[in-house]
């Protein structure tokens, strides 16, 4: 909270507990009505500080989200372009080798852009997002990904990404489930995230090994202060609060479980929402 608004709200604080003091202990009638004048204005006053606040603070908090994550898009613009350079250097490779009928190096050209393509398959994707903000979060949760060697399986199914709630409340929501996805999944393992929409409502998809979800498990993953992590202090209110925003929209939060035998046996935990 900003300290002028700070002030001035414990100082309408004090007014008003001072006028209330007069209007019970004084029952003269000529102090009655303008006390009483004085503290309606005084609770008015009070009121309007408060949603100024209140207002301030969501507009901060924007603008930091907008700090934070319209760089990172402009750094992955910035990647691409670098690495378009060695496309083209790739390209030339095949040219010459086909001039030349070079077989072996033909064949060593052909795996080098085929490992580039499908490495910068998913960074093509969040281009095209038309949230700026849920792309940039999404290049930022890959790369965090990559570091901890966890591959990300993408699947955008459309770039609208149209929702009921805020841009920053979509990127909020998303950033937890990604996190919890992360810090719950283990060196190698892929995390499957599908970006799509239902109807006009914004669906995100996002599965990682985990535990049954079976109905001990639904009854308190929503708790307040739940979590799985072995260092649980300041953990376990991000699904929490997920759930408060989805309700406060009326959409839909699913936790079920799913497989991918095609990769390996284990089980997923897969967390679904509307919004």
Same mark, same amino acid.
């Given at each position: 909270?900003?300290?002028?608004?700070?002030?001035?709200?414990f100082f309408l604080l004090a007014v008003i507990i001072i006028l209330l003091?007069?209007?019970?202990?004084? !029952?003269?009638?000529?102090?009655?009505?303008?006390? !009483?004048?004085?503290?309606?204005?005084?609770?008015?006053?009070?009121?309007?500080?408060?949603?100024?606040?209140?207002?301030?603070?969501?507009?901060?908090?924007?603008?930091?989200?907008? +700090?934070?994550?319209?760089?990172?898009?402009?750094?992955?613009?910035?990647? $691409?372009?670098?690495?378009?350079?060695?496309?083209?250097?790739?390209?030339? !490779? $095949?040219?010459?080798?086909?001039?030349?009928?070079?077989?072996?190096?033909?064949?060593?050209?052909?795996?080098? %852009?085929?490992?580039?393509?499908?490495?910068?398959?998913?960074?093509?994707?969040?281009?095209?997002?038309?949230?700026?903000?849920?792309?940039?979060?999404?290049?930022?949760?890959?790369?965090?990904?990559? =570091?901890?060697?966890?591959?990300?399986? $993408?699947?955008?199914?459309?770039?609208?990404?149209?929702?009921?709630?805020?841009?920053?409340?979509?990127?909020?929501?998303?950033?937890?489930?990604?996190?919890?996805? $992360?810090?719950?999944?283990? =060196?190698?393992? +892929?995390?499957?995230?599908?970006?799509?929409?239902?109807?006009?409502?914004?669906?995100?998809?996002? =599965?990682?090994?985990?535990?049954?979800?079976?109905?001990?498990?639904? !009854?308190?993953?929503?708790?307040?202060?739940?979590?799985t992590k072995e260092h649980s202090i300041g953990h376990g209110v991000g699904l929490?609060?997920?759930?408060?925003?989805?309700?406060?929209?009326?959409?839909?939060? %699913?936790?079920?479980?799913?497989?991918?035998?095609? %990769?390996?046996?284990?089980?997923?935990?897969?967390?679904?929402?509307?919004?």
């Open positions: 909270m900003h300290f002028s608004y700070a002030a001035a709200i003091y007069i209007l019970i202990t004084k !029952s003269e009638f000529d102090m009655l009505i303008p006390a !009483s004048t004085a503290l309606a204005i005084g609770i008015f006053l009070l009121v309007f500080f408060l949603y100024q606040s209140m207002t301030g603070y969501k507009k901060k908090q924007e603008l930091d989200d907008y +700090t934070i994550y319209i760089p990172v898009l402009n750094r992955l613009i910035e990647d $691409i372009q670098k690495k378009q350079d060695i496309y083209n250097d790739q390209l030339l !490779s $095949i040219s010459q080798a086909l001039e030349e009928k070079d077989d072996n190096t033909l064949k060593e050209a052909l795996h080098k %852009i085929t490992e580039y393509n499908i490495s910068q398959k998913i960074s093509y994707q969040f281009l095209h997002l038309q949230n700026r903000l849920l792309a940039g979060l999404m290049y930022a949760k890959t790369t965090a990904a990559k =570091e901890k060697k966890l591959r990300f399986d $993408i699947t955008i199914s459309d770039y609208t990404c149209p929702c009921h709630c805020t841009d920053i409340e979509l990127v909020d929501l998303v950033g937890i489930l990604i996190d919890n996805a $992360i810090d719950a999944s283990h =060196e190698n393992d +892929t995390i499957f995230i599908t970006i799509d929409r239902m109807q006009d409502r914004f669906l995100f998809r996002i =599965e990682n090994p985990g535990p049954k979800a079976d109905s001990a498990f639904l !009854s308190k993953i929503f708790r307040p202060g739940y979590t929490s609060i997920l759930r408060k925003t989805i309700q406060k929209y009326h959409g839909d939060v %699913i936790v079920s479980n799913t497989a991918h035998h095609n %990769i390996n046996n284990k089980t997923y935990l897969c967390m679904e929402i509307h919004i």
